[in-house]
């Protein structure tokens, strides 16, 4: 399913991601939702694309690696 706005995330994405990630989750997801319909495949992609564009985990939120300096 995807979704049409930043409100309708996932709950764990909202609470984890700031805004610019999310942005780019919901982007992966939505694409890769809409060329296979596999929703796990989806989420991992979002993920896997979040981490590949700089956030990483801190205590209990992600950050973009150049924020952190």
Same mark, same amino acid.
């Given at each position: 399913?995807?979704? @049409?706005?930043? &409100?309708?995330?996932? &709950?764990? %994405?909202?609470? +984890?991601?700031? +805004?610019?990630?999310? =942005?780019? #989750?919901?982007? +992966?997801?939505?694409? %890769?939702?809409?060329?296979?319909? $596999?929703? $796990?495949?989806?989420?991992?992609?979002? #993920?896997?694309? %979040? &981490?590949?564009?700089?956030?990483? &985990?801190? $205590? $209990? =939120?992600?950050?973009?690696?150049? @924020?952190? %300096?």
């Amino acid at each position: 399913m995807p979704y @049409a706005s930043l &409100k309708e995330l996932p &709950k764990g %994405v909202r609470d +984890t991601l700031p +805004t610019g990630a999310q =942005k780019i #989750w919901r982007e +992966t997801y939505n694409s %890769v939702f809409d060329e296979t319909g $596999d929703e $796990d495949q989806a989420r991992q992609a979002a #993920w896997a694309n %979040v &981490k590949d564009s700089g956030y990483r &985990k801190g $205590d $209990d =939120k992600m950050w973009h690696k150049a @924020a952190a %300096v």
